[in-house]
């Protein structure tokens, strides 16, 4: 067998390899509370601007060390929202209804909505974040879809939606969540949990513009190619060596010009989104970070079923 | 007490090199050989192998790490044992690891001619050479000492599933880098 003469070979490499796995300490992702703001900060703005409305404009520029691509915004044009750090992720804070909308939500949020109390929140420069301290701030699980996608937030009198933006990726240039990472945050455990997918339209126009996929079978094997261990994954910075750095001015707007966007809602109506660019075959999620290599299984799924 | 005198207690023939070395290294050649076999019997079997070929290759053998060379025993005592249950059908834990590893072999070039264990060996090492600490500590954690991806997440701070696909990435840069040898397995 051809693995086992491999695995024999690797029985012998140099004993300083051994000796040196054995000892290796670790560098462990640092604590969220290590996240670069400023970054986050910078990432929000550029969204304000007005940047890719939908998934956070997936692609670095060329050359731009300081584009941020991470969030996938959930605010409307000129709606400024506040960010919530917690348990490992960022949350906009916000309860304008575009936003709502736009993740599922048909209503503003009320105290009808609140679930289970998970915590206190402290206000900081930059938003908000857990604390141990008892304050007037209160997080509660959003009832109508109990997973960590969508949170309440109570400040004083006024509710709020905490709804999921991206996980924290201390070293973005590290940062391989594959799609799974993502389903776990919107509870999708299988086929079962997708409702529907479907592609979206231009920023503030038609959150939904193509035609609804919900049939079990094609959602079985939208399910199965997104979750294949095949579906290679990129941090940002490798994408941009491999891909945009190499690519002329001219090929770059092009590029940037096939977006497509697919959305996925869940059997509680919470959506999100992906950006498609069918061209170059990259599939991009903000809330992950990363940008996927799309397999032959999937792009056949894409072409099939988001014409 | 420190590895070199073990290694005299071997070369004047003292029983106490064999007490000394489970004392010192018991733990880590059980965990190595668990990682292959999956049953504990099985697995204190093998070290209890090593610990008999060790006295016998001890002298004339002095090795330079000893670690590593009780290492490279337990696993090749656990390969074999595995070889054997295997033919009985017997599952354990070798199989997952073979199975990662065929995302590493090269496909075949036009030279048909198979390379020689040590020569691939000599690759393996190269390879491992130009990777990032991080990522060849990882590859050796997983597919010489045999152990569980999510052990290494959490060494990591990551997901299962995150450490899973970096395993698949090097074991594809592994693959990479073998055709670009025109290795044939």
Redesign the interface.
């Given at each position: 067998?051809?693995?086992?003469?491999?695995?024999?070979?690797?029985?012998?490499?140099?004993?300083?390899?051994?000796?040196?796995?054995?000892t290796?300490q670790?560098?462990?992702?640092r604590p969220w509370q290590a996240v670069k703001w400023g970054s986050m900060a910078a990432c929000f703005c550029l969204l304000l601007l007005g940047i890719s409305y939908w998934t956070g404009g997936a692609f670095a520029k060329k050359g731009d060390n300081n584009s941020n691509t991470s969030a996938v915004p959930t605010a409307a044009p000129g709606d400024v929202w506040t960010v919530l750090a917690y348990n490992g992720s960022l949350y906009n804070v916000s309860n304008e209804l575009w936003s709502l909308n736009k993740a599922g939500i048909p209503e503003t949020i009320t105290s009808e909505d609140c679930g289970r109390l998970l915590g206190n929140l402290a206000k900081t420069e930059q938003g908000y974040e857990e604390t141990t301290e008892k304050t007037d701030i209160e997080i509660y699980e959003y009832a109508p879809a109990l997973n960590s996608a969508v949170l309440v937030v109570k400040d004083g009198e006024d509710y709020m939606a905490g709804l999921f933006s991206n996980y924290y990726q201390p070293d973005e240039a590290e940062a391989?969540?594959?799609v799974?990472?993502l389903y776990r945050v919107y509870g999708i455990e299988g086929a079962g949990n997708i409702r529907m997918v479907a592609e979206a339209g231009p920023a503030g126009v038609d959150i939904l513009t193509g035609t609804e996929v919900g049939e079990k079978k094609a959602l079985e094997d939208f399910y199965t190619a997104t979750m294949s261990?095949e579906l290679?994954?990129y941090g940002k910075e490798e994408f941009r060596e491999m891909v945009t750095d190499r690519m002329t001015e001219e090929e770059y707007t092009m590029f940037m010009e096939t977006e497509r966007i697919l959305c996925i809602e869940t059997v509680e109506g919470l959506r999100f989104y992906m950006s498609w660019y069918p061209e170059s075959g990259w599939l991009y999620s903000g809330g992950t970070m990363a940008y996927y290599k799309i397999t032959e299984e999937l792009g056949d799924w894409l072409e099939m079923y988001m014409k | 007490m420190e590895d070199q005198q073990i290694i005299e207690l071997y070369f004047s023939r003292d029983e106490a090199a064999l007490t000394e070395t489970a004392k010192k290294y018991g733990s880590?050649c059980l965990r190595i050989a668990m990682n292959v076999l999956t049953v504990k019997e099985d697995a204190e079997e093998c070290v209890n192998d090593t610990y008999h070929t060790t006295w016998n290759q001890i002298p004339p053998t002095k090795p330079?790490?000893f670690?590593?060379?009780l290492?490279?025993i337990v696993?090749?005592c656990s390969?074999s044992k595995y070889r054997a249950l295997h033919a009985k059908k017997r599952f354990h834990g070798?199989e997952v690891?073979?199975?990662e590893?065929?995302d590493?072999?090269p496909a075949a070039g036009d030279v048909e001619q198979e390379i020689e264990?040590?020569e691939?060996?000599g690759y393996?090492?190269e390879w491992?050479a130009g990777l990032a600490?991080?990522d060849?500590?990882l590859f050796?954690?997983r597919?010489?000492?045999g152990e569980e991806v999510r052990k290494l997440a959490k060494?990591?701070?990551?997901?299962a599933?995150?450490m899973?696909?970096?395993m698949?990435?090097l074991r594809?840069r592994l693959k990479k880098f073998l055709e670009e040898k025109g290795v044939v397995?």
């Amino acid at each position: 067998m051809k693995n086992e003469k491999l695995y024999d070979a690797i029985s012998d490499i140099q004993e300083e390899y051994i000796e040196e796995a054995g000892t290796f300490q670790f560098r462990k992702k640092r604590p969220w509370q290590a996240v670069k703001w400023g970054s986050m900060a910078a990432c929000f703005c550029l969204l304000l601007l007005g940047i890719s409305y939908w998934t956070g404009g997936a692609f670095a520029k060329k050359g731009d060390n300081n584009s941020n691509t991470s969030a996938v915004p959930t605010a409307a044009p000129g709606d400024v929202w506040t960010v919530l750090a917690y348990n490992g992720s960022l949350y906009n804070v916000s309860n304008e209804l575009w936003s709502l909308n736009k993740a599922g939500i048909p209503e503003t949020i009320t105290s009808e909505d609140c679930g289970r109390l998970l915590g206190n929140l402290a206000k900081t420069e930059q938003g908000y974040e857990e604390t141990t301290e008892k304050t007037d701030i209160e997080i509660y699980e959003y009832a109508p879809a109990l997973n960590s996608a969508v949170l309440v937030v109570k400040d004083g009198e006024d509710y709020m939606a905490g709804l999921f933006s991206n996980y924290y990726q201390p070293d973005e240039a590290e940062a391989y969540s594959p799609v799974s990472e993502l389903y776990r945050v919107y509870g999708i455990e299988g086929a079962g949990n997708i409702r529907m997918v479907a592609e979206a339209g231009p920023a503030g126009v038609d959150i939904l513009t193509g035609t609804e996929v919900g049939e079990k079978k094609a959602l079985e094997d939208f399910y199965t190619a997104t979750m294949s261990t095949e579906l290679e994954c990129y941090g940002k910075e490798e994408f941009r060596e491999m891909v945009t750095d190499r690519m002329t001015e001219e090929e770059y707007t092009m590029f940037m010009e096939t977006e497509r966007i697919l959305c996925i809602e869940t059997v509680e109506g919470l959506r999100f989104y992906m950006s498609w660019y069918p061209e170059s075959g990259w599939l991009y999620s903000g809330g992950t970070m990363a940008y996927y290599k799309i397999t032959e299984e999937l792009g056949d799924w894409l072409e099939m079923y988001m014409k | 007490m420190e590895d070199q005198q073990i290694i005299e207690l071997y070369f004047s023939r003292d029983e106490a090199a064999l007490t000394e070395t489970a004392k010192k290294y018991g733990s880590f050649c059980l965990r190595i050989a668990m990682n292959v076999l999956t049953v504990k019997e099985d697995a204190e079997e093998c070290v209890n192998d090593t610990y008999h070929t060790t006295w016998n290759q001890i002298p004339p053998t002095k090795p330079d790490s000893f670690k590593a060379f009780l290492g490279k025993i337990v696993r090749n005592c656990s390969i074999s044992k595995y070889r054997a249950l295997h033919a009985k059908k017997r599952f354990h834990g070798l199989e997952v690891l073979l199975s990662e590893l065929n995302d590493c072999v090269p496909a075949a070039g036009d030279v048909e001619q198979e390379i020689e264990a040590k020569e691939l060996s000599g690759y393996i090492n190269e390879w491992l050479a130009g990777l990032a600490a991080e990522d060849r500590v990882l590859f050796v954690r997983r597919y010489w000492y045999g152990e569980e991806v999510r052990k290494l997440a959490k060494l990591c701070g990551c997901s299962a599933a995150q450490m899973s696909q970096r395993m698949l990435r090097l074991r594809r840069r592994l693959k990479k880098f073998l055709e670009e040898k025109g290795v044939v397995l």
